[in-house]
């Protein structure tokens, strides 16, 4: 039995090494400059795209960014449960550190990694700008 793949919308981005580096940027002026440990960006499936850090982080990121990407499909999976269409954004809170997702668009996701001396409100402020202009890059 084929697959029927007319119902299905798939859409590929690619991104030139300008692109990247740009991009790159980006989360280091609007991110890691503002206190965060560590962002990645990655696809849907947990495939990380960049990543950038403060020089002091010794994370897993490839484990991090599958487990995110996981994360966030269950969390999407609840959302259309309970009505929504989606939660565009997603927080962990912990003793040291935090982790704050957030869906840049339908292909991306925004990971950061940040400790205490980062406010939540400065932190969301930061990510909207960078993912605004993340988009801008990409629609290019």
Known sequence: MGSNYDDYSFSEIVL?????????????????????HSVLLIDLAGNIIAHRDNGNCDHD?????????ANFA??????????????????????NESIHFSKVNDEFLLIAVFGKKVTLGLLR????????????????
């Open 61 to 69: 990121v490839y484990s991090l960014s599958a487990l995110a990407s």
């Open 16 to 36: 030139g090494q300008e692109q990247l580096d740009s991009i790159e940027t980006i989360l280091t002026d609007e991110l890691v400059e503002s206190g965060v």
């Open 74 to 95: 269950a969390v999407d999976t609840m959302a259309k449960i309970v009505g929504e269409e989606e939660f565009s954004l997603l927080f962990h809170k912990g003793e």
């Open 125 to 140: 402020l930061k990510v909207a700008e960078a993912i605004e202009k993340i988009n801008t890059i990409i629609q290019q």
